[in-house]
Every structure is written in structure tokens, then in C-alpha cells.
């Protein structure tokens, strides 16, 4: 099976070779059309470096061709009767776009919307989620450190300045081998930009992905544990960020709500989960923060025997000792795939995916999600997941797109490593989803319902008359929120 998987492998690479020089030979026959129709601009000898026969660069022909057509007035463009033949700049427009080996963007600035983009910025996309790119945002395709260059280019075009060549991080997505997410460094170079809320760019790749075929097969055990949110290293909870995404869709249900409604189906956490409601005068939001100080999760990077990945959020009610040092059965959140396929955090208002980052480090591994709209399958929304032995970091950024007047909140949260993964869930997981797990993750059993005379137990610290609302509230004051 092997070797046909490597034959199979060696003539798509054959193919793909062959392919690649068919595009260039065509890509330079189209530009050696191009080039002596489009009127050249006032340009220095000393800015003429370029290979075509005008000694233009490819970025030149883009800026002349633009104002050409912004200077050509309609009454003196040809009628289909009077057109001679040959190419017209409408058409040579389209041919530019049709480039396969050139990226180049066309948006609506300030929103960063995108009008459209060539073939070979699409061939970064062809298995992502994106439908098109037509329509979607293109601060969603790069990484959160590249949004402000991106936002401040946008408003000094909208001022009428001048602006010049800059870089991002910019997310694409694996054509060949396993499907994962892929970030770029780009020069981005503004072939066109005008105050009316035009921008055209060419995105110069300052390296390429590389192409992997098999993840490394210690991924797995070094990456499953018990993590808690640390309120001093985090600027927000889940709770925060589902609210701030209630300005970009209807209903948000977070991994927070969605492992309290798991945690509800357990008769002992529904027990906790009443007693706090009943010691709160408010709701909403009071009770979601509160009873959030009272669990922590449980994460696993597990691989099936087809050596895909997925994650695995378990969640778990955990009392202090002075209430009693309860902890309650996992409860399952999520079951995640980082194969591109739809994960099950959608619902009827979004569609959610996940992809690993295929520039894995041998300390730490990156986990994005992608939150678009069920209907027209734009992506609204990016979070990602930074994870370490140490533990998890989660950061986002919330906005709608570039013409936001306000800079996007940066939301993130920090879930230092509590303990070790729990040996008897890991085992529950692996006959479950019959998965490929190794024996390497220590720790011992903590999963048991209720230590200490179970249920009767949990009654005797925390139900009874003597203890009351003030003192729950002295049990759990400090305890960090999720």
C-alpha cells in the first residue's frame, strides 16, 4: 500500500511539474502581449530593471495598466463594430487576474473586502473552507500581529497618502500532502490604491510552505493534560469573548456554554450548578462568570488509525477543599478534527473549522478555528489555540472588518497545566473513537465522581443549612475564572 501511495505521490509531482511550466510559458506570452499595448508611466532608468521588453516589472504593467483605464474617458473606447483586433484593457485586466503564478488582491478599502483575486492567490484557498474569495475579509486571511499594518494602510488611503510596500503573515492552506494551515511571511506592494476605496496588491511570498505528508508521531502524548484559566496572565473568559461575537452573529455558544449544558446532564454538577443559582440575586452573565470559576478542562491531541488528528475538550466541575474538594465526572464538550472538515462547534447560525498548523515545533503546536457564516460561507470570526506542555493559550481578535472605527478588542486567556492527563479518560476515548494513542501520558486516575462518600459527601460540605450562601461564597472567592 505503501509503495503505490508513493507512486501515486511521484507522478502527481510529475504532473504538477509539467503543469507549472505550461503556466509560465503561457503567463509569458500573455505579457509579451500585454506589454506593448499598455502606455508606459514616467518612471527613472534606474527603476527599469524589469524582463519585459519595456524593461518594466510585472508590478509596473499592473500601475500602468490601472491608470490607463481610469484616464481612458468611455466616448473614445471602441465599439464591438469599430473594435479592431486584438487584446482591449478590459480583457487584458482579466488576463492579469488569470495569472497563475502572480498573487494579487483587489479589495474595498477601508473594509478590506475582498472584489477579487487572481488564480494564484485562489490556489492558496483551494482546500480551505472559503467558497470564494469574493466577498470575504481579508483581515481574517492573516495572522492577529499583521491586523494593524493592514487597518492603517486602509485609512491612509481613505486620507489620500501615499502608501508603500509592507509585510504579513499571511494564512494559506496546504495544496498537496496533509491538509493544514500554512502562514507565510508576504510583501504586500500597492500596485493601485486610491482615496475613492480602491486597492490592488501583489503579495510577494518571501518563502513557501512545506509540504507534509505524515504528522510526527509524538505530537499525541506530549500534548494532553489538565489545564485551568490563570486570571492573573489572561485579560478576559470565555464569557466575554461569546458576548463579543453577539455583535457579528445572533446566537454565539462558546466552549464555555456548550461544556456548562454537557456538566447539566451530570446529577452532582447540576447540584452545584442550582446551588449557585440559587445564591445569586442576578443572572445572565453573574451566574455564567460564577459557576465558570468552578471548572476546570481537560485536553487531548489524539490520532486515528487513517493518522488524522483531532482534539478532544473535556470538561469537569472541581470544588475547593473547604467545599469539600468535589470533583465531578468529565463531561465531553467537544470532539475537534484538524482535517478541514466542519466540526461539530457549528450550529444553525455558523459553520466552524479546524486546522493544525503545519509548522510544527517540537514545544509547542497551533490549533486555528475558522467561524464562517452557515449561509453565505463567509468567515467572521478566527481564534487560535497555542499549545504547550505547559499548558493552553487561546488569543482572538473580534471585528467585523476594516472599517470598524475602533481598534478590534485583542482577547486572550491563559490555562497553565494543572496535572496530567487522566489515564482512565484517555482509555474511555481510545475504545470510544477506537483511536491510535500512546501509553506514554502519565498521571494517575482522577476522574472518580466523588471522593469521600460520594454524593453524601458533596450534601454534607456544601448543602447544609450551616454552611450557607456566605460561606459557598467564601469557597469559592479567588477561584479563577474560566
Not at 498548523?357 to 497555542?386: D, M, P, W
Request: charged residues 25%; proline residues 4%.
Amino acid at each position: 500500500m505503501e509503495r503505490g501511495r508513493g507512486r501515486d505521490l511521484g507522478r502527481k509531482k510529475a504532473r504538477d511539474k509539467q503543469n507549472a511550466l505550461v503556466t509560465r510559458e503561457q503567463t509569458k506570452k500573455l505579457l509579451d502581449v500585454l506589454d506593448p499595448l499598455i502606455p508606459q508611466g514616467e518612471r527613472s532608468l534606474g527603476e527599469l530593471r524589469g524582463s519585459l521588453p519595456s524593461r518594466r516589472t510585472l508590478l509596473h504593467l499592473l500601475e500602468d495598466l490601472v491608470t490607463h483605464l481610469r484616464a481612458m474617458p468611455a466616448s473614445s473606447r471602441a465599439s464591438r463594430r469599430e473594435r479592431k483586433p486584438g487584446v482591449s484593457l478590459e480583457e487584458a485586466t482579466a488576463r492579469v487576474m488569470s495569472s497563475r503564478r502572480e498573487r494579487i488582491v483587489s479589495v474595498e478599502l477601508p473594509s478590506w473586502r475582498i472584489k477579487c483575486g487572481s488564480v494564484g492567490l485562489e490556489g492558496y484557498y483551494v482546500r480551505s473552507p472559503l467558497r470564494k474569495l469574493e466577498g470575504q475579509c481579508f483581515l481574517h486571511l492573516v495572522e492577529n500581529e499583521s491586523l494593524d499594518v493592514l487597518r492603517a494602510t486602509g485609512r491612509a488611503v481613505m486620507r489620500g497618502k501615499a502608501v508603500g510596500p509592507f509585510f504579513v503573515d499571511l494564512r494559506t492552506f496546504s495544496r498537496e500532502g496533509m491538509v493544514c494551515l500554512n502562514v507565510i511571511r508576504c510583501r504586500v506592494i500597492p500596485a493601485h490604491v486610491s482615496c475613492k476605496g480602491e486597492g490592488v496588491f501583489v503579495l510577494e511570498a518571501q518563502e513557501e510552505a512545506e509540504v507534509r505528508h505524515a504528522w510526527p508521531g509524538d505530537l499525541v502524548g506530549k500534548f494532553c493534560m489538565v489545564v485551568r484559566r490563570d486570571p492573573g496572565t489572561s485579560n478576559a473568559c470565555a464569557y466575554d469573548i461569546d458576548q463579543a461575537l453577539r455583535g457579528l452573529v445572533s446566537e454565539s455558544r462558546g466552549l464555555m456554554s456548550r461544556g456548562l449544558v454537557a456538566l447539566s446532564t451530570d446529577h452532582a454538577s447540576r447540584n452545584v450548578m442550582e446551588r449557585v443559582r440559587g445564591s445569586l440575586q442576578s443572572l445572565g452573565s453573574a451566574v455564567m462568570v460564577y459557576l465558570s470559576k468552578l471548572t476546570e478542562s481537560h485536553a487531548a491531541l489524539e490520532m486515528d488509525q487513517q493518522g488524522n488528528l483531532m482534539v478532544f475538550h473535556h470538561m469537569r466541575m472541581r470544588l475547593p477543599q473547604l467545599a469539600g474538594g468535589f470533583r465531578s465526572r468529565w463531561k465531553r464538550v467537544a470532539k475537534v478534527r484538524l482535517d478541514g472538515w466542519e466540526t461539530e462547534l457549528g450550529d444553525g447560525n455558523s459553520k466552524v473549522y479546524a486546522f493544525l498548523n503545519g509548522q510544527v515545533k517540537s514545544s509547542s503546536i497551533e490549533i486555528n478555528l475558522f467561524y464562517h457564516y452557515a449561509g453565505s460561507g463567509v468567515c467572521y470570526f478566527t481564534r487560535r489555540y497555542t499549545i504547550s506542555p505547559t499548558g493552553v493559550r487561546q488569543d482572538m481578535r473580534v471585528l467585523k472588518d476594516g472599517s470598524d472605527t475602533e481598534s478590534p478588542r485583542h482577547f486572550y486567556i491563559n490555562m497553565p497545566r494543572q496535572g496530567e492527563a487522566d489515564r482512565a479518560l484517555l482509555a474511555s476515548i481510545e475504545e470510544s473513537e477506537e483511536l491510535h494513542l500512546p501509553h506514554c501520558c502519565g498521571g494517575s486516575h482522577e476522574g472518580r465522581s466523588l471522593p469521600g462518600g460520594g454524593e453524601k459527601a458533596l450534601r454534607k460540605d456544601v448543602y447544609l443549612a450551616g454552611a450557607g450562601v456566605y460561606q459557598w461564597e467564601e469557597a469559592v472567592e479567588g477561584l479563577e475564572i474560566y
